[in-house]
């Protein structure tokens, strides 16, 4: 049961390149790597480097036709 009192919080659509990292179970040295290879999709917001959670769903896509 919620409270209607309670404010909803939306999932987030993108995540910081660490968080990219822990889903990628990869360092985040790599997704760095990834990001300037341009294989990783990120836009900068401000200072900010953020990764759509659709661009890590394409990477991964995009190896698995790679290896097939």
Do not use: H, W
């Amino acid at each position: 049961m919620t409270n209607a009192n309670q404010p909803r919080v939306a999932a987030p659509k993108s995540v910081r390149p660490a968080e990219a990292a822990a889903l990628l179970g990869v360092c985040r040295d790599t997704v760095y790597v990834l990001m300037r290879s341009g294989r990783l999709r990120s836009i900068k917001a401000g200072r900010a480097r953020l990764i759509p959670l659709a661009a890590i769903d394409e990477f991964l896509s995009a190896d698995e036709e790679f290896a097939a």
